[in-house]
């Protein structure tokens, strides 16, 4: 039996779902948050997002964000490491991404996206 969560493959990844997953508040501070970490590191554990939210609520998001697409996860151990599916949302939506977290950049403040993160802007 393998802990491997399920991963959409390219293909079935479907617009209306990953817009769908954005709406949310928590999961757009999700996202956020890793698009602006992936410089540094590709992949964060499910724990540095705990300000966001309580554990089951944060498992819920990261569950939907997964089965849209936007998120991949690695099972470590006990622990769980998240990160991007830049390349995969790139090939399929171009831009779409970028322009997000673009306009989340702009709005990090009002959405109170990353309590206590400063905002850092993209090219």
């Not at 399920?6 to 890793?34: N, W």
């Not at 997964?66 to 830049?86: I, S």
């Amino acid at each position: 039996m393998t802990r491997t969560p399920l991963h959409p493959t390219r293909e079935q990844i479907e617009l209306p779902m990953v817009l769908d997953c954005l709406s949310d508040p928590i999961r757009l501070a999700i996202v956020y948050q890793l698009a602006r970490q992936e410089r540094v590191s590709s992949e964060l554990c499910c724990g540095d997002f705990s300000a966001l939210a309580g554990k089951s609520n944060l498992a819920y998001h990261f569950a939907k964000l997964r089965e849209c697409g936007l998120m991949q996860t690695r099972v470590a151990g006990t622990n769980r490491f998240v990160r991007l599916r830049r390349d995969d949302m790139d090939a399929r939506f171009p831009g779409l991404l970028d322009a997000v977290i673009s306009s989340a950049a702009k709005d990090a403040d009002r959405l109170q996206l990353l309590p206590g993160c400063e905002v850092v802007e993209t090219d």
